[in-house]
Structures are given as C-alpha cells and as structure tokens.
C-alpha cells in the first residue's frame, strides 16, 4: 500500500532552516510529481512546492519562493524540502503529498514545524 512518511520537523528560531524528507514506498515513486503541502493551525491546506518526475522542474508558492528548496532521489524514494530563513508564519503542519489530477490522492501523517524564538 502507498505510504508517505514525513520526518525532520522541530522547533526553530526565526531566520533558522530545517530539512524536511519524506519516505515513499508501495508505488513507483519517479512516476508521480510529488508536492509539500501545509497546514497553519486553524488555516486550511496550502500549497509549499511541487516537483516533476525527474525533479528537474519545480515550483513554488510566492509566500516560500527564495527560501524553500524541493528535491527528490529517485533512487532512495524520498522528496525533500530544504527550508531556510523561517518565519514564524512558516508554522504548521508540513505533508508531503503525491499528485493526482489539480489535487492529491496520498498523504503522510505530517511532521511539525513550529519557528519561535
């Protein structure tokens, strides 16, 4: 069965970076475009960042754009997001998610990020 698991999370101060991985497994991971998604407590699903299949093409919502990194390695099955210069507005809830259509058919359960100082 298809699972995504996320891990790296934590606290950290303003200005401060993390790096979030994601572990996927029960699907061929280099066929789909994975994306990071969030959630701010309180606030609904945003979009982070999306990456192809090969990983040569990525995108990025304005509010990371500058400071978030997505990666992947085909070969390991894990997505990445290499996050620098938090901002407490950064706080949430981080899924890695796989594509399907506009949307998305799997989620992991999540890893926290929380930047306060």
């Known amino acids: 069965q298809v699972q995504l698991v996320e891990s790296g999370g934590g606290l950290v101060q303003p200005g401060g970076s993390l790096r979030l991985s994601c572990a996927a497994s029960?699907?061929?991971?280099?066929?789909?475009?994975m994306r990071w998604v969030r959630q701010a407590p309180g606030k609904g699903l945003e979009w982070v960042a999306e990456?192809?299949?090969?990983?040569?093409?990525?995108s990025y919502a304005d509010s990371v754009k500058g400071r978030f990194t997505i990666s992947r390695d085909n070969a390991k099955n894990t997505l990445f997001l290499q996050m620098n210069g938090l901002k407490p507005a950064d706080t949430a809830l981080y899924y890695c998610?796989?594509?399907?259509?506009?949307?998305?058919?799997?989620w992991g359960q999540g890893t926290q990020v929380t930047v306060s100082s």
């Open positions: 029960g699907f061929t991971f280099s066929s789909y475009y």
């Open positions: 998610a796989r594509k399907y259509g506009s949307g998305y058919d799997y």
């Open positions: 990456i192809n299949r090969s990983g040569g093409t990525t």
